[in-house]
């Protein structure tokens, strides 16, 4: 099965912006792979923020966008709070199985 | 509400079995794929296998395929996780997860496998 890699850690100043990224060992992500990008907190259930690339639920925090960009789906956050440092993982789906990559996690300091 | 309950985890033997139960409640089970996650301690997300809205189509990842098997009852509302031939690396917190775009998740269950 496939290997999705994300950036081990980033940190974000608050009120910054960073963009987090989601790649495929099997070449350039699409809107194919629908996307997913999760957060989770300590001892938190995950809790889905973008489905489908760029789509949001309705407790998705409207700082927080997705897209695809050089390749790779990405999670933007803009206009960081202490509250959303958090772990972040993405998902891409293979027609059927899905795959989660290794998570990023976000220190916002 | 929506509510997904996961039960039946616990501490096994290497070699040993387990059901896993997920129960939910305040949404239509029966329109939706079902998945099963796993989490081992300090670890990332690992997605374990989903499952077709009626039962018919089954995806498994490659560390578990062979071993386990996901299941549903859309009359109970209730997906299922059968796991057989335990390995220690199978130690993880388990949930399951469903809805139109992953709506929603489960606490998770515990499953221990160790002698």
């Known amino acids: 099965q496939a290997v999705v890699t994300q950036e081990p850690s980033l940190s974000v100043s608050p009120g910054g912006t960073v963009t987090l990224t989601c790649g495929s060992s099997t070449g350039t992500v699409t809107s194919g792979h629908r996307p997913y990008w999760f957060q989770q907190k300590p001892g938190q259930a995950p809790r889905t923020l973008i489905y489908?690339?760029?789509n949001k639920h309705s407790w998705t925090p409207a700082r927080f966008s997705g897209s695809l960009l050089g390749g790779k789906a990405t999670l933007t956050l803009s206009g960081a709070q202490p509250e959303d440092e958090a772990e972040y993982f993405c998902?891409?789906?293979?027609?059927?199985?899905?795959?989660f990559g290794g998570g990023t996690k976000l220190t916002v300091l | 509400e929506v509510q997904l309950v996961e039960s039946g985890g616990g501490l096994v033997q290497p070699g040993g079995s387990l059901r896993l139960s997920c129960a939910a409640s305040?949404?239509?089970?029966?329109?939706?794929?079902m998945t099963w996650v796993r989490q081992a301690p300090g670890k990332g997300l690992e997605w374990v296998a989903n499952i077709k809205e009626d039962g018919s189509v089954q995806y498994y990842a490659d560390s578990v395929k062979g071993r386990f098997t996901i299941s549903r009852d859309n009359a109970k509302n209730s997906l299922y996780l059968h796991m057989n031939n335990l390995r220690a690396e199978d130690t993880a917190v388990y949930s399951c997860?469903?809805?139109?775009?992953?709506?929603?998740w489960g606490q998770g269950t515990l499953v221990t496998v160790s002698s």
């Open positions: 489908d690339t760029s």
């Open positions: 997860e469903g809805g139109a775009d992953a709506d929603y």
């Open positions: 305040g949404f239509t089970f029966s329109r939706f794929w």
């Open positions: 998902l891409l789906t293979y027609s059927g199985p899905w795959v």
